[in-house]
């Protein structure tokens, strides 16, 4: 999964919420230097991504992809699933995209404190260019996996999925509609094991 869905799937806590963001940004283990709620939302991070990576739907998703971008089809599909989660956002929540990125942004300013210089970086860039909302657009997608590839050890033009992608929606939606159903219920069931978080 990418950013928006990450956030979502944290649940309203915003501790969790930035700990879901986190996700993409700290590695290795987790010794107590940020508050419990903030670790808690990194470990939920990493729990869907596992989960994701084992459901059948997703190894579907990939197994459907041109062999050209089977090494990264993994950062293709968690792009568009953000694309997919974004067109579709009343579906899944009900608060509008743009007031829940600008809450998520509001709260983490309060929790600069925690949060590591490269994630301090994207979540300027997100609230300034509005990216997480750029992702309801398929040339906001283009740009996204433009500027991914460009970080690739061995440069690959993802933006050329695109087409394939596109033409796939049909398919590809329902494939996120069943992962991401179930990623709702494996999130919840997590934030349950943790006192006090709101499991809803």
Same mark, same amino acid.
């Given at each position: ?31 107590g230097e940020r508050p419990q709620a903030i ?6 991070? *990493? ?8 459901? =059948? ?9 041109? =062999? ?42 309060? *929790? ?6 490269p994630a301090q970086a994207f979540i300027c ?26 970080r690739l050890s061995r440069p690959l033009p ?43």
């Amino acid at each position: 999964m990418n950013y928006l869905a990450h956030l979502l799937l944290s649940g309203p806590d915003p501790d969790w919420r930035l700990g879901g963001l986190l996700g993409d940004f700290v590695k290795g283990p987790l010794r107590g230097e940020r508050p419990q709620a903030i670790e808690a939302g990194i470990r939920l991070h *990493r729990r869907i991504d596992a989960s994701a990576d084992r459901h =059948p739907s997703y190894q579907l998703a990939l197994t459907n992809l041109h =062999p050209r971008w089977r090494r990264h089809g993994g950062i293709i599909l968690d792009i568009w699933f953000d694309h997919l989660l974004s067109r579709h956002w009343d579906d899944w929540y009900p608060q509008p995209l743009d007031a829940f990125c600008s809450q998520c942004w509001t709260d983490f300013r309060a *929790r600069k404190l925690y949060i590591p210089p490269p994630a301090q970086a994207f979540i300027c860039r997100a609230e300034q260019f509005t990216l997480l909302q750029s992702y309801r657009d398929e040339q906001g997608i283009a740009r996204v996996l433009t500027r991914v590839s460009e970080r690739l050890s061995r440069p690959l033009p993802l933006q050329q999925a695109l087409p394939e992608l596109i033409d796939g929606r049909v398919a590809l939606t329902e494939i996120f509609n069943d992962l991401f159903n179930y990623l709702l219920l494996e999130a919840k069931r997590f934030r349950q094991q943790y006192p006090g978080a709101d499991s809803r």
